[in-house]
């Protein structure tokens, strides 16, 4: 009876190791001084953080965290230069938010693909 036990737990320890991640496309648009400079797309793991940089001046990290079916939390840090802005914005799947730091600013678009 114990090692039927023993092999129940451990199918269902297995099982739930291969349910996979959400997985966002985040769809992004960096202006600098109002003029579109990049509009990169990145595939994100859910609480895992993906970076992408455009030219040496722009940089930013990003990290999508769920919050419920509908919306999501996205972290940012944004360089422009030698500044640094964080940026905390909830988010709809589906329609634009902005991170703007004044005269630069960072257009996202996030769609969930798995979850």
């Known amino acids: 009876m114990q090692v039927k036990l023993g092999l129940l737990v451990a199918t269902v320890l297995a099982s739930g190791s291969c349910f996979a991640a ?15 400079i990049a509009s990169p797309v990145m595939l994100v793991n859910a609480e895992e953080m993906a970076s992408i940089a455009v030219d040496t001046e722009f940089q930013y990290n990003l990290t999508v965290k769920p919050y419920n079916e509908h919306t999501a939390k996205v972290v940012t840090a944004l360089k ?5 802005a964080e940026h905390e914005t909830t988010v709809a ?4 938010a902005t991170v703007d730091n004044g005269k630069d600013k960072l257009t996202l678009l996030v769609r969930k693909i798995t979850s």
Request: hydrophobic letters at 30%.
């Open 22 to 36: 959400d997985a966002y496309k985040v769809s992004t648009s960096v202006f600098k001084d109002g003029e579109l």
């Open 80 to 84: 422009v230069g030698d500044d640094v």
């Open 93 to 96: 799947y589906d329609k634009e």
